[in-house]
């Protein structure tokens, strides 16, 4: 695409940035108690973002179809200034085929906001005026969370918060939102495992007491220095995490007749969580701390002393 003159109006880049504007927007209502202006300026930002994410694949997925200059334009060739790009319901159905995570709840959701807004702008009626903080804002992080993902950006990156001259309001709304998202993320998982045949629930919380965490393939992407077992807050099954090393401290040493022993205890920081039962998956410990999780775990293991070779002045 860097070879490609795209315009303004379909380049992710340009897009992401002015999703990022609107967001800005938007949590300064918030600050502000408009809770109204708040929503609108979301749905906003939330449409751009999703619009970024299609034009990062390519241009055209959000070219009007209908309209010849804009699909020109998507493929580099500008007959007019004249861009125009696809609607929401057409924006948030594309998502939902090219990004895994975007299911059909999520597109409901997003669907159900730029309604709103539509009303909001090109009507008399005040949906904005309905809608509670807590029906709406928990669900929003979600999806958000989800768009941003085939951007490479996360919620940092989107709300300015990873930025060093970023306002403490802003990290703060961050913090939140990643925690809201990680609780819907957990939520649905324990409904979609819920809405299984009991007998089914049974039979896969029995099967997965019994394993380990080698006995299933692909279960983290991280390359860890141990994997343990911990209760999914999803569904209640044998659920594991994976980590890092961070500490190792000597906590007692003995002999017997066999040599010099030590114990060891041995502290890792989880970095990716797996559910094999209900398949709930958090990656980063920021994550699993959101979903009430411990992070660090610390097994004691016993092993033989080793003792440097004594050099002698002969």
């Not at 057409?90 to 999520?106: A, G, H, K, M, S």
């Not at 309604?115 to 929003?140: C, I, V």
């Not at 077992?229 to 000597?250: D, R, S, Y």
């Amino acid at each position: 695409m860097s070879n490609m003159k795209v315009p303004a109006a379909l380049h992710p880049e340009a897009i992401f940035s002015k999703s990022k504007e609107y967001i800005r927007k938007a949590l300064l209502r918030k600050e502000g108690n408009d809770l109204d202006e708040y929503q609108l300026w979301s749905s906003l930002a939330l449409e751009l973002l999703g619009k970024a994410a299609l034009a990062k694949i390519h241009p055209s997925l959000i070219a009007d179809p209908t309209h010849a200059p804009s699909l020109f334009a998507a493929a580099g060739h500008n007959l007019s200034t004249d861009v125009k790009t696809i609607a929401a319901h057409t924006l948030f159905e594309r998502l939902r085929t090219v990004v895994p995570r975007f299911d059909e709840r999520t597109k409901k959701f997003c669907s159900e906001i730029a309604l709103r807004r539509n009303a909001e702008l090109h009507s008399g009626e005040t949906p904005f005026k309905a809608m509670r903080l807590d029906a709406w804002e928990a669900q929003y992080w979600h999806a958000a969370q989800i768009i941003l993902e085939p951007l490479g950006a996360g919620l940092d990156d989107w709300l300015g918060a990873s930025q060093s001259e970023s306002p403490k309001a802003l990290l703060r709304h961050s913090i939140e939102a990643r925690r809201q998202a990680v609780a819907v993320r957990v939520e649905r998982s324990k409904e979609d495992f819920l809405g299984r045949k009991k007998a089914d629930q049974k039979s896969a919380l029995d099967q997965a007491a019994s394993r380990h965490a080698y006995h299933y393939r692909n279960l983290f992407t991280l390359v860890s220095d141990n994997e343990w077992g911990c209760e999914c807050p999803a569904c209640t099954g044998l659920a594991f995490m994976a980590g890092v090393q961070i500490n190792e401290e000597v906590v007692d040493t003995y002999g017997d007749e066999d040599g010099a022993w030590e114990s060891v205890e041995t502290t890792y920081s989880a970095e990716q969580f797996h559910c094999p039962v209900c398949d709930l998956f958090l990656d980063g410990g920021d994550e699993i701390e959101a979903a009430g999780l411990d992070t660090l775990y610390s097994e004691t293991s016993e092993r033989e002393m080793e003792y440097e070779p004594e050099y002698g002045n002969d």
